[in-house]
């Protein structure tokens, strides 16, 4: 058995827990070591039971002088009771439905006993309190996991209790207490006078005192911020070390294209277009991520980029997380484009088509097979989808350039897929933009986003209005509803988002406390039952439609295009609208059970209106009374932009909810820690010192090791 055993062929672990274990992300034994408990119960001090007080939650030590079970009279449940003794006094205990107690324990045992004190007829007794024996180890101390010392409280899911964790952890962490690979260089340990790993794990599952339990968490911290800080800078080695097709700038046709918009370009586009085309005339790939807030003219800041590689003879690829969205860049980039004799392609996973430059800028419908052929030869200069882009039948003739579209994690092997299947060093890698609405804080751009450089737009076109947000609590809805009504009148349009489309009796969510919760979704708005709700009881006078992810292709187009010709007033939907939607006309946005989304999805909501002239407003529907949860919403409410809402989501909760945590592999530990800019400047700074000796770490091969695991763990590309 080492660090690396499966938790299968641990004793006492069958199926049914193994199960229970990948639920939480646990496959190994490392893995449950790095299930840090989330807090932890300090039974340490141990009370004299004379001096136990009534609703008092304490721990004392004693020993059992009887126990036996029998049953209540009138409903038949088991009882066990029992009675303690120390040198001070006794007090009776009295357990329900566990008959099993008696064969654990026996008359004469020395136990621990934590739980809460109750009165009954007889005076004060321990109710339900949790029991253990007490061993004695080789060196004459207790052997405690569960009581008469500071207990860690895990994240549980169903029927996986802390004390279930605890009774695992426990006796592998002595077996394998000098088998743990050390993963922090000695010098780094020493230097700020870290535990070696063995201790830091002790101390963080079953600490001495709360002093050694930071001590332990500090370890812990800065070690997963190193590894992300050595990943993400050795993948900007990477990156320097292939060669990309040098672009020069022509400035006389990004001149004749900034002179045929009809609006003004703001400094913050001119600024960020010009590093960008700075970046392509260079013989190595770009890595840039462009930020913007949401409406601020990205796209066309991406157009310029992709027309000065097409004008330079070579192609652009254009990717999307969404068909809904895809087809808008489609659109949008098309238009941009109308007088520049382009080729654009599109292609997701459904469908296939081209605008070609000899049939007077038509959108042709192409087979599939007809269409890779003209990507290959050349034919198409631009080619705009889904995902679809980087399958293996997907070939280039000579692409230079990929624009991302929310998804900033694309590496150096995903984009030299788009151009071979294998990767060398002949390979001329494509040069990177993403972009993003989701505002970035410093600490993740060190860290997370270390390998990018950054481009930032925070200006919004000119005659822009600022939405103004509101928490709406059930019995304000009526008034809401009212105030819809008369945007509609006045020919405005509304989005009216829910967290489902169809209602289902449970589900399985991560709550606010980090557990694993199987939760009831029967008072969870659909978009079904809403869309019947507003349509024949509401707003029977208004045209209402329906969109969800269910919906074939075709049929979500044909309402886009219905809500876009504003045939449809309101537009009933679940997050398929969530980014990249352009209807200017809309300016009214509700949001049903607001508590249900993340911050960064709530802003991109936000986002889809306030997208013209007209004044706007984002409703956020919630019947939560929870104070972490209404202070997330008013966050919301009162940030002017969204770097002010992502330094309050990192206040609040870490930057989890905003780069999807679950999805990471990123511990929370880890997410606490990236508030702490020194910390995140510390490891960045000691990562670049070991990158600077030994790039390749032919020297460290714990550390090689570790960022191989850590690679597959955390899902950066």
Not at 191 to 202: C, E, G, M, P, R
Not at 388 to 401: G, R, S, Y
Not at 602 to 617: D, I, P
Not at 707 to 715: D, G, N, S, V
Request: proline share 4%.
């Amino acid at each position: 058995m080492n660090f690396y055993t499966p938790v299968e062929k641990i004793f006492g672990i069958g199926p049914i827990y193994q199960k229970k274990l990948k639920k939480l992300g646990v496959r190994t034994i490392s893995d449950l070591f790095f299930h840090f408990p989330h807090r932890y119960e300090d039974f340490s001090n141990i009370i004299k039971i004379s001096k136990i007080k009534l609703n008092e939650n304490c721990c004392v030590k004693g020993k059992i002088l009887e126990i036996k079970n029998s049953q209540t009279w009138k409903k038949g449940i088991d009882l066990t009771e029992a009675i303690i003794q120390d040198e001070t006094g006794a007090i009776k205990i009295i357990w329900f439905n566990k008959p099993y107690l008696t064969k654990y324990i026996e008359q004469g045992n020395q136990v621990f006993l934590t739980g809460k004190t109750a009165i009954g007829k007889d005076g004060l007794y321990l109710s339900n309190p949790a029991i253990e024996k007490i061993g004695n180890t080789s060196n004459g101390l207790w052997s405690l996991s569960h009581s008469g010392r500071i207990v860690p409280i895990y994240q549980e899911t169903e029927r996986l209790s802390s004390r279930w964790i605890r009774f695992i952890i426990r006796p592998l962490l002595i077996k394998l207490k000098n088998k743990i690979p050390e993963t922090l260089p000695e010098e780094i340990r020493k230097k700020y006078n870290f535990l070696d790993i063995s201790q830091a794990f002790w101390q963080i599952h079953f600490p001495d005192n709360f002093k050694l339990a930071e001590q332990a968490k500090k370890r812990f911290s800065f070690e997963e911020l190193f590894y992300i800080s050595l990943f993400v800078l050795r993948e900007r080695i990477k990156l320097n070390q292939k060669s990309a097709f040098p672009i020069h700038t022509n400035l006389e046709t990004i001149q004749e294209f900034v002179k045929g918009l009809q609006f003004k370009l703001t400094d913050d586009q001119k600024k960020s277009a010009w590093q960008i085309l700075k970046d392509m005339e260079k013989p190595r790939p770009m890595n840039r991520l462009l930020e913007g807030e949401v409406g601020s003219g990205k796209t066309v800041v991406a157009g310029i980029a992709a027309l000065n590689a097409v004008k330079a003879n070579y192609q652009a690829a254009f990717m999307s997380p969404t068909e809904i969205l895809a087809k808008q860049h489609f659109q949008t980039v098309s238009r941009m484009l109308e007088n520049f004799n382009i080729n654009i392609g599109f292609l997701t996973g459904k469908e296939d088509k081209f605008i070609s430059k000899k049939l007077k800028r038509q959108t042709i419908e192409i087979s599939r097979k007809k269409l890779l052929e003209k990507i290959k030869k050349g034919e198409i200069d631009i080619l705009i989808g889904t995902h679809a882009l980087i399958q293996d039948t997907v070939k280039f003739k000579n692409l230079a350039l990929v624009i991302l579209d929310e998804q900033h994690r694309f590496g150096v092997e995903q984009r030299a897929k788009l151009v071979s299947k294998k990767i060398d060093e002949k390979i001329k890698i494509p040069h990177l933009l993403s972009m993003t609405a989701t505002p970035i804080p410093r600490t993740l751009s060190l860290t997370i986003y270390g390998d990018l450089d950054l481009s930032l737009i925070s200006q919004l076109p000119k005659g822009r209005k600022k939405i103004i947000t509101k928490l709406v609590i059930p019995k304000e809805r009526d008034q809401t509803y009212e105030f819809i009504r008369k945007e509609v009148k006045k020919g405005r349009q509304v989005f009216v988002i829910c967290p489902r489309i169809e209602a289902r009796e449970t589900d399985t969510e991560i709550s606010p406390d980090k557990k694993i919760k199987s939760l009831s979704w029967a008072d969870v708005k659909t978009v079904k039952e809403e869309y019947e709700k507003l349509s024949k009881k509401i707003f029977p006078e208004l045209k209402i439609g329906m969109l969800h992810g269910k919906l074939a292709t075709k049929e979500k187009e044909r309402i886009m295009k219905k809500f876009k010709d504003q045939k449809i007033d309101i537009l009933v939907s679940t997050s398929v609208v969530e980014v990249g939607v352009d209807v200017p006309n809309a300016s009214v946005i509700i949001i049903e059970g607001a508590e249900r989304f993340g911050l960064a999805q709530l802003y991109q909501f936000h986002g889809r209106v306030g997208r013209s002239k007209y004044q706007s407003f984002c409703f956020l529907f919630t019947d939560s009374k929870t104070k972490k949860t209404l202070q997330r919403l008013r966050a919301l409410i009162s940030s002017e932009k969204g770097m002010d809402l992502a330094k309050k989501d990192l206040e609040i909760r870490g930057p989890g909810e905003l780069f999807g945590t679950r999805q990471s592999g990123i511990p929370d530990l880890t997410m606490d820690a990236l508030k702490d800019v020194s910390l995140v400047e510390k490891t960045r700074d000691e990562a670049k010192k070991i990158l600077e000796k030994d790039h390749r770490l032919k020297n460290f091969p714990q550390i090689r090791g570790k960022l191989e695991k850590f690679q597959t763990k955390a899902h950066f590309e």
